[in-house]
T-cell receptor
Framework: KQEVTQIPAALSVPEGENLVLNCSFTDSAIYNLQWFRQDPGKGLTSLLLIQSSQREQTSGRLNASLDKSSGRSTLYIAASQPGDSATYLCAVGANSKLTFGKGITLSVRP | NAGVMQNPRHLVRRRGQEARLRCSPMKGHSHVYWYRQLPEEGLKFMVYLQKENIIDESGMPKERFSAEFPKEGPSILRIQQVVRGDSAAYFC???????????FGPGTRLTVL
């Protein structure tokens, strides 16, 4: 059974800091990994999708990497801003479903 | 191209009533997924459907829950005889193909009194 872990559960950083969010998963038989952002009381916004054959994806200030063999992914956020404050969810895709971690709640202090 | 649409956004039911949640996928997407987010828990997969077919319902509770995606119209998640433990946010997602990006709707927040 796939398990996805995101540690720590919460993170607070000052504005401008570069930061890395970690995600680990137990079963490497995945076909993709997706990072989402969720604002309080809202839905999920897809940030980046990495196919299993890829090593990383970039979008603006975000960079996500995937190491399937070790069961790890990281989301790098450059020059963090208060507007980046949200919960970041990692989800691995396999067998037609996504398995989610519990998320990391990020707070960027002005 | 409108995103995934869900309605209602908020739904209040009394114990024993029925809840019907609707999901319209993005245009051109024939794959629909339902997830549930319980308070203080992560999102959990419930069911995966393609037009008129349930492909994977391994995350659905065995009783009271059902889902459909008819040839015409939205996908429906139906919960019969709701109980307080059904209170949660229910999210629908759609994708053009099974290994493609899943796009999520805003969710339906169900409260059972």
């Amino acid at each position: 059974k796939q398990e996805v872990t995101q540690i720590p559960a919460a993170l607070s950083v000052p504005e401008g800091e570069n930061l890395v969010l970690n995600c680990s998963f137990t079963d490497s038989a995945i076909y993709n990994l997706q990072w989402f952002r969720q604002d309080p009381g809202k839905g999920l916004t897809s940030l980046l999708l990495i196919q299993s054959s890829q090593r990383e994806q970039t979008s603006g200030r975000l960079n996500a990497s995937l190491d399937k063999s070790s069961g790890r992914s990281t989301l790098y956020i450059a020059a963090s801003q208060p507007g980046d404050s949200a919960t970041y969810l990692c989800a691995v895709g396999a067998n037609s479903k996504l398995t989610f971690g519990k998320g990391i709640t990020l707070s960027v202090r002005p | 191209n409108a995103g995934v649409m869900q309605n209602p956004r908020h739904l209040v039911r009394r114990r024993g009533q029925e809840a019907r949640l609707r999901c319209s996928p993005m245009k051109g997407h024939s794959h629909v997924y339902w997830y549930r987010q319980l308070p203080e828990e992560g999102l959990k997969f419930m069911v995966y459907l393609q037009k008129e077919n349930i492909i994977d319902e391994s995350g659905m509770p065995k009783e009271r829950f059902s889902a459909e995606f008819p040839k015409e119209g939205p996908s429906i998640l139906r919960i019969q005889q709701v109980v307080r433990g059904d209170s949660a946010a229910y999210f629908c997602a759609s994708s053009p193909g099974v290994a493609d990006t899943q796009y999520f709707g805003p969710g339906t927040r169900l409260t059972v009194l």
